[in-house]
């Protein structure tokens, strides 16, 4: 009977993994559908992002689906700038590590969007993309 009780815990680890896992694999699922419609897309834990001609799209994934998505044109686009803990860095001399890190988008009037992403790196090749298209 003891050692039934010590695998208690490990089992309960296990199902929380694997309800964890299905919660992710339902994420996973609903950006693979929603990435058909664009050109290039990215997902990551902290936001989805999709660029078809000259519009971005960019939203949070949930196991329901995707929420708070939000459209804007590179057109309207001013400026595009790479943050990493709040502070902008060179695009093109990122540094090693960091928080918190975004891509901002400063409009013409004045407004921001900020889309978060896990990896340096993966930002500045975004950031480097569009603003080529931004430029253009």
Request: glycine share 6%; with cysteine; proline share 4%.
């Amino acid at each position: 009977m003891e050692r039934g009780l010590l695998w208690l815990p490990l089992l309960a680890i296990f199902i929380g993994l694997a309800w964890q896992g299905s919660q992710e694999y339902q994420k996973v699922e609903a950006y693979r559908i929603w990435a058909e419609q664009f050109e290039r897309a990215k997902y990551d834990i902290y936001a989805v992002l999709g660029q078809k001609d000259s519009n971005i799209t960019w939203g949070k994934p949930t196991p329901k689906g995707l929420i708070q998505l939000e459209t804007f044109s590179l057109n309207d686009v001013k400026e595009i700038s790479l943050l990493v803990d709040g502070k902008a860095v060179d695009i093109e001399n990122v540094p090693d590590k960091g928080r918190a890190i975004e891509l901002e988008f400063v409009f013409r009037e004045a407004a921001t969007v900020c889309v978060p992403f896990t990896e340096i790196p993966l930002a500045a090749q975004w950031g480097k993309f569009l603003l080529s298209r931004v430029r253009s």
